[in-house]
């Protein structure tokens, strides 16, 4: 067994597919099949469970899947040193500082405290740019709400935290008096939204969100320039938005936000890291942003 056997399956794994694997992997699929093939005969038991349009992995295939991951990350690691790279290390995080609001600080400092030498390139990212990235194999950690899980893929997941969904409005608006917001109240109410461009879950997701109530959200603009050009919009027009309450951390004085009663589903935010080959110090980051989360749960 060599480590390209154990790339050429973690690959597969991760894609759940051999065309997509081998086209990631510059191979041709018969051979990339072949050498998964010749890994299951050494091992001497079944990794894969071939369907017709996609891959799963044997209960044998997952446990093998983690060990596989971990010494693929080691002998990165491993190269780095002896190539004299490891002064040098870069950890590339794709987010949206709404995401990780009232975390992000600490983590960062008990990181650079924990790992001096690597060096982390933060992104404010849309969630269209930050797809594009992940797929170009320019993201090492990227942080997402669940809604864009699956349009990234070969990423693992691993929940991040949760948030709760409000209304966001100018002071001047007619429910802002209210001190909670009846989802029904949003019946016929016109609403600012994110556009389909740059945020392409968002229509939906409120969508799904607002069904169990009766709701069809109302939205009669879209901004694609993300949350800071539509609080501008809100304001010029006294309007109301949908978010996640992490936004209080970026909401201007004259805008206020207002939970809903009976509450809407939390948003579930998701830390990814590319299945295949990742980053060895992402996994610790993401941990350091889900250890100030409960924190930060706690305290409230």
Same mark, same amino acid.
């Given at each position: 067994?060599e480590?390209?056997h154990?790339?050429y399956?973690?690959a597969?794994?991760?894609?759940g597919?051999?065309s997509r694997?081998a086209?990631?992997?510059?191979?041709?699929?018969?051979?990339l099949?072949?050498q998964v093939?010749?890994?299951?005969?050494?091992?001497?038991?079944?990794?894969?469970v071939?369907?017709t349009?996609?891959?799963?992995l044997?209960?044998a295939?997952e446990?093998?899947?983690?060990?596989?991951?971990?010494?693929?990350?080691?002998?990165?690691?491993?190269?780095?040193?002896?190539?004299?790279?490891a002064r040098?290390?870069?950890l590339? /995080?794709?987010?949206?500082?709404?995401?990780?609001?009232g975390?992000?600080p600490?983590a %960062?400092?008990?990181f650079?405290? #924990? /790992?001096?030498?690597?060096?982390?390139e933060?992104e404010d990212?849309?969630?269209?740019e930050m797809?594009?990235?992940?797929?170009?194999?320019?993201?090492d950690l990227?942080?997402?709400?669940d809604? #864009?899980?699956n349009?990234i893929?070969g990423?693992?997941?691993?929940e991040l935290?949760?948030?709760a969904v /409000?209304?966001?409005?100018?002071r001047?608006h007619p429910?802002?008096? %209210?001190?909670?917001?009846? =989802?029904?109240?949003?019946?016929?109410?016109?609403l600012?939204g994110?556009?389909r461009v740059?945020?392409?879950?968002? /229509?939906?997701?409120?969508?799904?969100?607002?069904?169990?109530?009766?709701v069809?959200p109302?939205?009669?603009?879209?901004e694609n320039?993300?949350?800071?050009?539509?609080?501008?919009?809100?304001?010029?027009?006294?309007? #109301?938005t949908?978010?996640?309450d992490?936004?209080?951390s970026?909401?201007p004085r004259?805008l206020?936000?207002?939970?809903?009663? =009976?509450a809407l589903?939390?948003?579930?935010i998701l830390?990814?890291l590319?299945?295949?080959?990742?980053?060895v110090?992402?996994?610790?980051?993401a941990k350091?942003?889900?250890?100030?989360?409960?924190?930060?749960?706690?305290?409230?």
């Amino acid at each position: 067994m060599e480590l390209r056997h154990l790339r050429y399956f973690a690959a597969v794994a991760a894609h759940g597919s051999f065309s997509r694997a081998a086209h990631n992997l510059h191979l041709t699929q018969p051979a990339l099949s072949r050498q998964v093939k010749d890994l299951e005969e050494e091992l001497g038991v079944p990794l894969l469970v071939r369907g017709t349009n996609a891959i799963t992995l044997t209960e044998a295939g997952e446990i093998f899947y983690e060990e596989a991951r971990d010494l693929l990350a080691r002998a990165d690691q491993a190269v780095q040193r002896v190539r004299g790279e490891a002064r040098h290390e870069i950890l590339r /995080v794709g987010y949206g500082p709404s995401l990780t609001s009232g975390i992000m600080p600490r983590a %960062l400092e008990r990181f650079q405290a #924990a /790992v001096p030498r690597v060096r982390l390139e933060l992104e404010d990212l849309s969630p269209r740019e930050m797809k594009e990235k992940a797929l170009a194999g320019q993201l090492d950690l990227v942080i997402v709400p669940d809604s #864009a899980e699956n349009s990234i893929k070969g990423f693992q997941w691993t929940e991040l935290r949760r948030m709760a969904v /409000v209304l966001v409005m100018s002071r001047a608006h007619p429910l802002a008096k %209210l001190g909670k917001i009846p =989802p029904k109240r949003l019946i016929g109410l016109p609403l600012h939204g994110l556009g389909r461009v740059n945020f392409p879950d968002y /229509v939906p997701k409120i969508r799904a969100v607002l069904k169990p109530f009766g709701v069809v959200p109302n939205f009669t603009v879209l901004e694609n320039d993300g949350v800071t050009t539509m609080f501008a919009g809100l304001e010029a027009t006294q309007g #109301a938005t949908i978010l996640a309450d992490g936004v209080v951390s970026v909401l201007p004085r004259s805008l206020l936000m207002r939970s809903f009663s =009976p509450a809407l589903p939390d948003v579930v935010i998701l830390a990814g890291l590319p299945a295949d080959r990742p980053n060895v110090h992402a996994g610790t980051f993401a941990k350091l942003l889900r250890d100030e989360a409960v924190r930060k749960k706690a305290r409230a």
